[in-house]
Structure formats: C-alpha cells, structure tokens
C-alpha cells in the first residue's frame, strides 16, 4: 500500500486523458447547475496542475485555486506566467491548516479532492466561512465504492454517500440544494476513460 505522492505526480498529470475528460464532465456539470454567468468569484478546492480553472475561467469573473501540493501549484503557476491572465491565481497551502484566507467567494468548488481530506467535515465548515451569504458550495467527487479506483494506493476515503455529504454540509451550516444525477457511474467507466462517478453536493448557507 503506497500513500499518493502528489508532487510526483504533478509532473505527469495532465498526460492522462482521463484527467481532461474529467474536467470537461465537471465543467458541464458546473456550468448547468450553478448557473455561471461570467460574474461569480470562486475558490477551487484542490485544484492540482489548474486545468479545471482555466476550463472554467471563461465562465466565472475570478477563481483562486489552491492545493496543499507545491509540485502542482507549480505546474499551476507555469502556466499562469505563460500566458497571464488577472482572472486566475494560484496559492499553495493546506486547507485544513492556518491557510491565512480571509476573503469570500460567491462559489467554493472542488473535483476529486474531498476523498483525499481526512477530515471532511472539519474542511467544510473551514471553507463555508469563506462563503459569502448566500455563497454555494460544489463538491465533485467518488460515490462510495470498494477501493478499486485507487488500486494499491491509500486515500482517507473510498469515495462518499449522499448521505454523509448531506449531514457534513449541515454540521457546515450549509443548506443541501441538489445532489448530483450519478450521471458518471461505474459502470459507464470506460466510456468516460476511468472517470468513475461523482457525488455532487450543491450547498448554500
Ligand atoms: C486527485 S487530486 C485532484 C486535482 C484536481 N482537482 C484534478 O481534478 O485534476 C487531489 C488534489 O487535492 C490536493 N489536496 C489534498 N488535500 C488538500 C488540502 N488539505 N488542502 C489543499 N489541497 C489538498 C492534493 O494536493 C491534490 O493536488
């Protein structure tokens, strides 16, 4: 059993097809349930090498991804300088720790990190307070499965059931809007090039 070294594997990230036509799904899924109008400022949970903000930039007025891996800020970062953009930016830091953020968002987002955070319900009620009132809440992540997605490799959890989005959010003080349609099932796994589902979880406070 290997715990996941994600500055490692920064370095190849974004080679794995599945990793796109993931944030494509997630971009879709976004876009129609958030109802994205080019205004909303938005903290990306986790954010990795930043394909997901730049696939959604178009659609938000202002995102700051963070993650707690230097390896993929770096990759993030990279591309920021290549090609600026006052939209986005990127900051290293660890969640669930002294993160120093003060400032608000219309929307926190996440795609896949969640199962990575032991402590789930200590994270939400961290980034709830960087929601302003009336501020949502997305969470994309793993519907509660046997392990397999992640084979030999340790994650805190084997993806997660509405159930325990629905009470995390509410110990949060966030409000369950929608679940999310499970549009992306195990069973459709290869034809979604490994992305094997999501438990979405919209929240407002
Ligand atoms: C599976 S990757 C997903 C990256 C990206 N969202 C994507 O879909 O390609 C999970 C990411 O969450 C980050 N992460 C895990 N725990 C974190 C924490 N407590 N604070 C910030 N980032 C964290 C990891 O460093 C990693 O980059």
Redesign the pocket.
């Known amino acids: 059993m290997t715990p996941i070294d994600?500055n490692e594997r920064?370095k190849s990230?974004d080679a794995n097809p599945a990793?796109a036509a993931?944030?494509q799904a997630?971009v879709a899924a976004l876009r129609q349930r958030l109802g994205l109008d080019g205004t909303q400022t938005a903290l990306?949970?986790?954010?990795?090498?930043g394909?997901?903000a730049l696939a959604l930039a178009p659609f938000l007025g202002s995102i700051l991804g963070?993650?707690?891996?230097p390896g993929?800020v770096e990759q993030f970062a990279a591309k920021l300088a290549e090609k600026p953009t006052a939209k986005l930016r990127v900051v290293c830091?660890?969640?669930?720790?002294d993160h120093g953020l003060s400032e608000t968002f219309d929307l926190a987002y996440?795609?896949?990190?969640l199962h990575?955070?032991a402590d789930v319900p200590g994270?939400l009620v961290r980034v709830a307070e960087r929601l302003r009132p009336g501020g949502r809440m997305a969470l994309v992540d793993l519907v509660t499965e046997d392990g397999s997605f992640h084979g030999e490799m340790v994650v805190p959890h084997n993806g997660f059931s509405e159930k325990e989005v629905a009470d995390w959010g509410a110990a949060a003080g966030l409000r369950l809007l929608s679940l999310g349609d499970h549009s992306h099932r195990r069973e459709e796994r290869s034809s979604l090039s490994g992305f094997p589902g999501h438990s979405g979880g919209l929240t407002a406070r």
């Open positions: 994600f920064a990230w990793h993931r944030n997630v990306e949970l986790g954010c990795g090498t394909e997901l963070t993650d707690a891996s993929m830091l660890d969640l669930l720790g996440s795609a896949m990190m990575h955070v994270l």
